[in-house]
Nanobody
Framework: QVQLVESGGGLVQVGGSLRLSCAASGGTFRFTDMGWFRQAPGKEREFVAGISWSGRGTYYADSVKGRFTISRDNAKSTVYLQMNSLKPEDTAVYYC??????????????????????WGQGTQVTVSS
């Protein structure tokens, strides 16, 4: 089991940038696929971006492609989400999640909530117009 703690959320104006971080402890982070999800008020939690255990593979939701970048530093057990050109519709609580049986065992980067084993507590991102 991996413990996850997100940070870096806040209030930003339209067009601005934020970088979220997710620090992991416990488990075997190095062989764990990581994902970022978000949940806006009154909406279901949705996939934002995922990264393979090695960092060589990434996958993005269409709504953030070209604006957001997911990366990881296995030496620091941390995954990042760089968010640029932010829009009001990006306002949500952002969660990081870990999946232990992903690309390290021959699978693919998943965009499905139920395939992720561990979750952080979330960090609020608010984009003001």
């Amino acid at each position: 089991q991996v413990q996850l703690v997100e940070s870096g959320g806040g209030l930003v104006q339209v067009g601005g940038s934020l970088r979220l971080s997710c620090a992991a402890s416990g488990g075997t982070f190095r062989f764990t696929d990581m994902g970022w999800f978000r949940q806006a008020p009154g909406k279901e939690r949705e996939f934002v971006a995922g990264i393979s255990w090695s960092g060589r593979g990434t996958y993005y939701a269409d709504s953030v492609k070209g604006r957001f970048t997911i990366s990881r530093d296995n030496a620091k057990s941390t995954v990042y989400l760089q968010m640029n050109s932010l829009k009001p519709e990006d306002t949500a609580v952002y969660y990081c999640a870990a999946r232990s049986d992903g690309t390290a065992v021959g699978g693919r980067i998943s965009d499905r909530l139920y395939e992720y084993n561990d979750w952080g507590q979330g960090t609020q991102v608010t984009v003001s117009s």
